[in-house]
């Protein structure tokens, strides 16, 4: 089976490939020729993953999968939310994303925080969704080498080390993004 990833983004690109099983020959956007951004006009996550798939499906008519991902900061009432990717601007900058958020925590006590994935599918023109949370905490600086975006402030519950500080393995273990995944390819494996 042939299914496309709709993202540009390497990084969880290569954390999906690392997950999908040998029957699924999973294809980037490169891969089909789309290399324009898809606009993520969505006022919610799962709008912005519905998007992104319903685009790759119409135009270059590929069973299609496309995820959003927000992160969900208590003390800011969800913030950044749909806006993670730009919280501090259109430029799309992990570290000012970060240090935007760090200096916006500064003075609060309460840093609980959970990341939200959507994955959406089109597969033989059905639509389904796909949701894995990831509950943890804000820490006070940045952690690790590892990751991308949010990765090195972000605690998971249970844990003493940020996403940053974890493997691809260990993350790919507990993340949101692995969460949502799983049930995509458990649904995959009954369909």
Known sequence: ????????????????QALVPDHIELLSLQDIGCNEDIEETGDTIDANAIIKAEYVRSRYGYDCFADDTGLEV???????????????????????????????????DDRTARFKTVIALNLKENENLFTGICEGSITREERGENGFGYDPIFQPKGFDKTFAEMNLEEKSEISHRAKAFKELIYYLSIS
Not at 1 to 16: D, G, P, Q, S, W
Not at 77 to 98: C, I, Q, T
């Open 74 to 108: 208590e003390s800011l009432a969800g913030a950044p939310g749909v806006y993670s990717a730009r919280y501090a601007g259109e430029m799309k900058n992990d570290s000012a994303n970060r240090r935007k958020l760090l200096n916006q925590l500064e003075e609060r």
């Open 1 to 16: 089976m042939k299914l496309v990833f709709a993202t540009h983004n390497k990084n969880k690109f290569r954390e999906i």
